[in-house]
């Protein structure tokens, strides 16, 4: 018997309903090139193979890998199973022979690199056509609806609209919340709930098609936010803007000088950004 890895976030999805939805939202194509992140002991691989995807698993677990080898012989030999024992930040995912656009990335990810996972997938040069996450639910809230995880308040005026990860996500995909899965669901089961989200038509169009690069859409909003108290204006000017600049970037998107980062919009600051060069 294999026991569950802490230090490798190893909670097993047992819930078929969940299983069922994550392949629903991934709309595969038979054929179709799926990369599972952590496929652990291999349940929602099998439903990955079971609608006919080509999956290259990444595993870090060495025991997982050879659960993974006992349990799809036939997959392996007949090639639509491609395992990889592998450090999923340390994977070069183009060198699986994956191109930029043609591939989809499916998997119950290991929460404790949560942010690093979208980061690596979203910024890079192969870029996958869709995403189907199950992450933990405050984070899933907070990309899609941009809020402070599970901090509702009464007055929907005074929410922050958009925080660095809802935005760093936004920037490059369309966002959906599929559904929540309950801690229950997995073996053993999380301190908290989980939730399934769908980040499609990903690409770079959003900030070239303004004319604003990466590094200074992340650079800005960074120095944005720097500080919570303070206005976007001081943010800025700490970090050596210059004030009338900053003011009349602010005038051309038609917000008030004494702004807050959290208050604008993705196409707010990617106008405010264009205009602040
Ligand atoms: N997909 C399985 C399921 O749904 O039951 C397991 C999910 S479990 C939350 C996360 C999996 O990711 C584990 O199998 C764990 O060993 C693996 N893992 C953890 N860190 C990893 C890393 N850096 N690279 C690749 N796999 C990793």
Redesign the pocket.
Known sequence: MIYA?KT???????DRVA?EKIIVAGKINPGEHVL??????????KFLLGVGAVVHA????PD?IQVLQDTFPEAIAGGTLIIHQ??????DVSEFGLVAGEYKVI???????TGLILRKFLESETQPSLMVL?VQKEVAERIVDGQEGGKKKKDSRKQPKENILSLSVKVYADVRYVTTVGAKS?SPAPKVDSAVIELSNISKDKLHGVGVTDGEFFTTMKHGFSQKRKTLMNNLKQHGHDAVQIGSALDVVGLDHRVRAEVLTLEQWLVFIKNLK
């Open positions: 890895k490798f976030g190893q909670n097993f999805l047992k299983l599972e992140i952590g496929p652990g002991r291999g349940a929602l691989t990444v595993e870090i677990d997982m592998a450090d999923i930040l340390e994977t998997a119950n990810i290991p929460y404790y690199i199950l997995f």
